[in-house]
C-alpha cells in the first residue's frame, strides 16, 4: 500500500470505517506523517490512567475521550495543524460542522472509507484489546459506510481504502 499523494496545503483528513475496519491500521500506514485524533488511543490512554482493563470501557471514559479528541480537533483547526479524524461515522451532523469548519478555515479536506467485510471486522474483532460487542459492530459498520456516503462530495477528494486483506 502506497501513500496517498500528499498536498503543501494543511489537511483535514476523515477516516471513516465500522469497528474493527481498520481505521488505526490505515491512518497509521497512510498518514503517519499527520496528527491523528483516534477515539480508541484516548480512551486506551485514559483507562491506563485508571487503572482499568483494555476490555474494560466506561461510559465516564468514552464521554472523557470524545471530549478530549473535540479539544484537539479544535486545537489543530486553531493552530493550522493538519490532523486526521478517525470515525465509525456515528455522528453524521459532526462530521458536516468539521468539514466545513476545516473547508473555511482554509484545510484540503479529505475523507477515505476503510472498507471491510462484517466477517472480516467480526473475526478481528475477537482479538482486539478491546473488544465490541457484534451488534454493536454490525451497527456501525452499516453507519459508517452510509455517513461516508452521506460526506464524500462535502470535501476535495474522496475515496474507499479497502483493507480487507491486512489482520
Given at each position: 500500500?502506497?501513500?496517498?499523494?500528499?498536498?503543501?496545503?494543511?489537511?483535514?483528513?476523515?477516516?471513516?470505517?465500522?469497528?474493527?475496519?481498520?481505521?488505526?491500521h490505515i491512518?497509521?500506514?497512510?498518514?503517519?506523517?499527520?496528527?491523528?485524533?483516534?477515539?480508541?488511543?484516548?480512551?486506551?490512554?485514559?483507562?491506563?490512567?485508571?487503572?482499568?482493563?483494555?476490555?474494560?470501557?466506561?461510559?465516564?471514559?468514552?464521554?472523557?475521550?470524545?471530549?478530549?479528541?473535540?479539544?484537539?480537533?479544535?486545537?489543530?483547526?486553531?493552530?493550522?495543524?493538519?490532523?486526521?479524524?478517525?470515525?465509525?461515522?456515528?455522528?453524521?451532523?459532526?462530521?458536516?460542522?468539521?468539514?466545513?469548519?476545516?473547508?473555511?478555515?482554509?484545510?484540503?479536506?479529505?475523507?477515505?472509507?476503510?472498507?471491510?467485510?462484517?466477517?472480516?471486522?467480526?473475526?478481528?474483532?475477537?482479538?482486539?484489546?478491546?473488544?465490541?460487542?457484534?451488534?454493536?459492530?454490525?451497527?456501525?459498520?452499516?453507519?459508517?459506510?452510509?455517513?461516508?456516503c452521506q460526506?464524500?462530495?462535502?470535501?476535495?477528494?474522496?475515496?474507499?481504502?479497502?483493507?480487507?486483506?491486512?489482520?
Amino acid at each position: 500500500m502506497s501513500k496517498l499523494v500528499s498536498t503543501n496545503k494543511k489537511r483535514a483528513i476523515f477516516v471513516l470505517g465500522g469497528p474493527a475496519a481498520g481505521k488505526s491500521h490505515i491512518t497509521k500506514k497512510l498518514f503517519s506523517d499527520v496528527a491523528s485524533l483516534d477515539p480508541d488511543e484516548f480512551m486506551a490512554q485514559m483507562n491506563v490512567e485508571k487503572g482499568y482493563e483494555p476490555n474494560e470501557i466506561h461510559n465516564s471514559i468514552r464521554i472523557k475521550a470524545g471530549a478530549k479528541r473535540a479539544f484537539e480537533t479544535r486545537n489543530a483547526l486553531l493552530v493550522g495543524q493538519s490532523f486526521v479524524y478517525q470515525s465509525t461515522g456515528w455522528y453524521v451532523s459532526v462530521l458536516r460542522v468539521l468539514i466545513n469548519l476545516a473547508k473555511n478555515n482554509g484545510y484540503y479536506t479529505e475523507a477515505y472509507y476503510v472498507e471491510t467485510s462484517l466477517k472480516k471486522a467480526l473475526e478481528r474483532n475477537k482479538y482486539r484489546d478491546r473488544v465490541v460487542p457484534e451488534e454493536v459492530v454490525r451497527l456501525r459498520s452499516e453507519r459508517a459506510r452510509e455517513t461516508f456516503c452521506q460526506i464524500k462530495n462535502l470535501v476535495d477528494k474522496s475515496g474507499v481504502i479497502s483493507n480487507e486483506q491486512s489482520n
